[in-house]
C-alpha cells in the first residue's frame, strides 16, 4: 500500500489552500496522519490570486513546522500548475455558506470552479487520482467534476459524508455512555445536506450488533423516539449549528473527517468496519444511477465497495427515497449552470 517505507512521494492537491479547513487540513497531513508515518509528500496548494499572500504565509508555517514527510511545496494560484501529476486531490476550495442558508444555494457560486477543476483533473491529473469533494454542496459539485472529467474512471471521484459519520458516532457513544472508538457502523445514507439519513439499524457498539440484543446500553439506541427526534434532527443539523455558534462553518472537525475518508480509502478499512463515502451509485439499494450518493462501503486495495444486502428499515427506505430525490433535483439544478 501507499504507507510502506521509502516510497516515493506522492502529489497531494489541496484547493482552498488559504482557507479555514486547509489551516487544519494541511498541517494534518504534513504530519503523517492521512498517509502513514512512512509516505513523503509533495504538496500543490491552489487557491486564487486574492489569496496569494495568504497562501504564503500557509507555507511559510509548514516550513517551520519542519515537517520530515513533506519534500516540497507548490503554492499556486494556476490550476494548471496546481493539477498537474497529482495522485490524490482534496478540492476544498468553495464558497462556505453563512447563517440561514442551505447548501444547496452556494450550487450557482460553487458549480462553476468544479467545472473547472474537473477539466482540469481530465487533463492534467495523474490518471489513478483520487478525488475527495468538499466544497458544498459536495455531492453534486463531485458529480459535476466527475461529468467533466470523462477521462477518468468514476470510482476515483467522491465526495465527504465522513463528518457526518464523525457527528453521529460521537452523539451515540454519548447516549450509551461509552467511549467513541466502541461505536462504528452508524450509516449516512443520501445527500451531506438536511435531507441525508443517519441510521444506526446496523451500528456496532463494542461488537456487538445493536439490532435485537437487550443490554441496556443497546437498547438506549434502538430507542425510535430517541432516534427520529433527537439524534437524526442533531445529526442533519448539526452544520448549521457550528455556523451559528462560530459565525463560521466547522473546519477543524471537517479536516479531521477528510483525513479519516482518505485513509480509509487508501489504506483500507478495519476487519467488519462499514464507512460511509457519497460515491458514484452503481443502482445499488435502488438508488439511481449517475448520482453521488452516500452509501456504506468498505475499502481494500485503494477501491471501495457498496456494502450490499443491508436489510432496510420501511422508515429509512422512505427518507432514502427523499434525499435521492433531492439529490436529482440538485443534479438538474447544476447542469443547467453549465
Ligand atoms: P473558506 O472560505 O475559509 O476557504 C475556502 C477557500 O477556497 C478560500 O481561501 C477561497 O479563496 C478558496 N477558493 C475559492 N474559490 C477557489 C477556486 N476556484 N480555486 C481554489 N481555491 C478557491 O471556507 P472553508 O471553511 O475552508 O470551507 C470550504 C468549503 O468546504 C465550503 O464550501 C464549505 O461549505 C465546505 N465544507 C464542507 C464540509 C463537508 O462535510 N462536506 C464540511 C465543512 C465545510
Ligand atoms: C458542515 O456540515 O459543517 C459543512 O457542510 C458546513 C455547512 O455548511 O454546514
Given at each position: 500500500?501507499?504507507c510502506v517505507?521509502?516510497?516515493?512521494?506522492?502529489?497531494v492537491?489541496?484547493?482552498?489552500?488559504a482557507g479555514?479547513?486547509?489551516?487544519?487540513?494541511?498541517?494534518?497531513i504534513a504530519?503523517?496522519?492521512?498517509f502513514?508515518?512512512?509516505?513523503?509528500?509533495?504538496?500543490h496548494?491552489l487557491?486564487?490570486?486574492?489569496?496569494?499572500?495568504?497562501?504564503k504565509?500557509?507555507s511559510m508555517e509548514?516550513?517551520d513546522?519542519a515537517?520530515?514527510l513533506?519534500?516540497?511545496v507548490?503554492?499556486s494560484?494556476?490550476?494548471?500548475?496546481a493539477?498537474t501529476?497529482v495522485?490524490?486531490?482534496?478540492?476544498?476550495?468553495?464558497?462556505p455558506?453563512?447563517p440561514g442558508m442551505?447548501?444547496k444555494?452556494?450550487?450557482?457560486?460553487n458549480v462553476?470552479?468544479?467545472k473547472?477543476q474537473?477539466?482540469?483533473l481530465?487533463?492534467?491529473a495523474s490518471r489513478?487520482?483520487k478525488?475527495?469533494v468538499?466544497g458544498?454542496p459536495?455531492?453534486?459539485?463531485?458529480?459535476v467534476?466527475?461529468?467533466?472529467a470523462?477521462?477518468?474512471?468514476?470510482q476515483?471521484?467522491?465526495?465527504?459524508?465522513r463528518?457526518?459519520q464523525?457527528?453521529a458516532?460521537s452523539?451515540?457513544?454519548?447516549?450509551v455512555?461509552?467511549?467513541v472508538?466502541?461505536?462504528?457502523?452508524?450509516?449516512?445514507?443520501?445527500?451531506?445536506?438536511?435531507?441525508?439519513?443517519?441510521?444506526?439499524?446496523?451500528?456496532?457498539i463494542?461488537?456487538y450488533?445493536?439490532?435485537?440484543?437487550?443490554?441496556p446500553?443497546l437498547?438506549t439506541?434502538?430507542?425510535?423516539?430517541w432516534?427520529?427526534e433527537?439524534f437524526?434532527?442533531?445529526?442533519?443539523?448539526?452544520?448549521?449549528?457550528?455556523i451559528a455558534a462560530?459565525?463560521l462553518?466547522?473546519?477543524a472537525?471537517?479536516?479531521?473527517a477528510?483525513?479519516?475518508h482518505?485513509r480509509?480509502?487508501?489504506m483500507?478499512?478495519?476487519?467488519?468496519?462499514?464507512?460511509?463515502m457519497?460515491?458514484?451509485?452503481?443502482?445499488?439499494y435502488?438508488?439511481?444511477k449517475g448520482l453521488?450518493?452516500?452509501?456504506?462501503?468498505?475499502c481494500r486495495n485503494?477501491?471501495?465497495?457498496?456494502?450490499?444486502?443491508?436489510?432496510?428499515?420501511?422508515?429509512?427506505?422512505?427518507?432514502?427515497?427523499?434525499?435521492?430525490?433531492e439529490l436529482?433535483?440538485?443534479?438538474?439544478?447544476?447542469?443547467s449552470?453549465?
Amino acid at each position: 500500500g501507499p504507507c510502506v517505507g521509502r516510497a516515493s512521494p506522492i502529489k497531494v492537491l489541496v484547493t482552498g489552500a488559504a482557507g479555514q479547513i486547509a489551516y487544519s487540513l494541511i498541517f494534518m497531513i504534513a504530519s503523517g496522519q492521512m498517509f502513514g508515518p512512512y509516505q513523503p509528500i509533495q504538496l500543490h496548494l491552489l487557491d486564487i490570486p486574492k489569496m496569494a499572500d495568504a497562501l504564503k504565509g500557509v507555507s511559510m508555517e509548514i516550513q517551520d513546522g519542519a515537517y520530515p514527510l513533506v519534500h516540497s511545496v507548490l503554492c499556486s494560484t494556476d490550476v494548471q500548475s496546481a493539477f498537474t501529476g497529482v495522485h490524490v486531490a482534496l478540492l476544498v476550495g468553495a464558497f462556505p455558506r453563512g447563517p440561514g442558508m442551505q447548501r444547496k444555494d452556494l450550487l450557482k457560486v460553487n458549480v462553476s470552479i468544479f467545472k473547472e477543476q474537473g477539466e482540469a483533473l481530465g487533463k492534467y491529473a495523474s490518471r489513478d487520482v483520487k478525488v475527495l469533494v468538499v466544497g458544498n454542496p459536495a455531492n453534486t459539485n463531485a458529480l459535476v467534476a466527475l461529468t467533466k472529467a470523462s477521462e477518468l474512471p468514476p470510482q476515483n471521484f467522491s465526495a465527504l459524508t465522513r463528518l457526518d459519520q464523525n457527528r453521529a458516532a460521537s452523539m451515540v457513544s454519548d447516549k450509551v455512555g461509552v467511549n467513541v472508538d466502541n461505536v462504528s457502523n452508524v450509516i449516512i445514507w443520501g445527500n451531506h445536506s438536511l435531507t441525508q439519513v443517519p441510521d444506526v439499524t446496523h451500528a456496532i457498539i463494542n461488537n456487538y450488533p445493536a439490532a435485537g440484543l437487550t443490554s441496556p446500553a443497546l437498547s438506549t439506541i434502538n430507542d425510535d423516539k430517541w432516534v427520529s427526534e433527537s439524534f437524526m434532527p442533531l445529526v442533519q443539523n448539526r452544520g448549521a449549528a457550528v455556523i451559528a455558534a462560530r459565525k463560521l462553518s466547522s473546519a477543524a472537525s471537517a479536516a479531521n473527517a477528510i483525513v479519516g475518508h482518505m485513509r480509509d480509502w487508501l489504506m483500507g478499512t478495519k476487519q467488519g468496519e462499514i464507512v460511509s463515502m457519497a460515491v458514484i451509485s452503481d443502482g445499488s439499494y435502488n438508488v439511481p444511477k449517475g448520482l453521488i450518493f452516500s452509501f456504506p462501503v468498505t475499502c481494500r486495495n485503494g477501491e471501495w465497495s457498496i456494502v450490499q444486502g443491508l436489510k432496510i428499515s420501511q422508515s429509512i427506505q422512505q427518507k432514502i427515497d427523499i434525499t435521492t430525490k433531492e439529490l436529482q433535483e440538485e443534479k438538474e439544478t447544476a447542469f443547467s449552470f453549465l
